[in-house]
């Protein structure tokens, strides 16, 4: 079942002395409703926000969001990801005669 347009069931109203259809009929409406969110069908949405996102992949799960400038980045799995990149180099002397 998709993600699309999901919207969580409505309940049935307790009755004052139990009654085994009604609670079938939650068990039921329960049921569907996680299935729904337990579904590996991708979620499809109209909007979504990204707050304080990683700015590394480094040391985080597969499948995790992270950002790299403005671009928008995703683990994946056997792909090194660096914590922090740093570098010097030397390559001898240069002169300039004018």
Do not use: C, W
């Amino acid at each position: 079942m998709a993600m699309q347009k999901f919207r969580a069931p409505a309940l049935p109203l307790a009755t004052p002395e139990y009654d085994q259809q009604q609670l079938s009929q939650l068990i039921g409406v329960l049921r569907l409703y996680f299935t729904q969110l337990d579904s590996n069908v991708p979620l499809q949405a109209d909007g979504i926000r990204l707050l304080n996102l990683p700015t590394s992949g480094y040391n985080l799960p597969d499948g995790t969001v992270f950002q790299v400038g403005e671009d928008l980045r995703i683990v994946v799995p056997y792909i090194s990801y660096l914590y922090g990149v740093s570098a010097t180099a030397s390559v001898g002397t240069v002169t300039v005669t004018v």
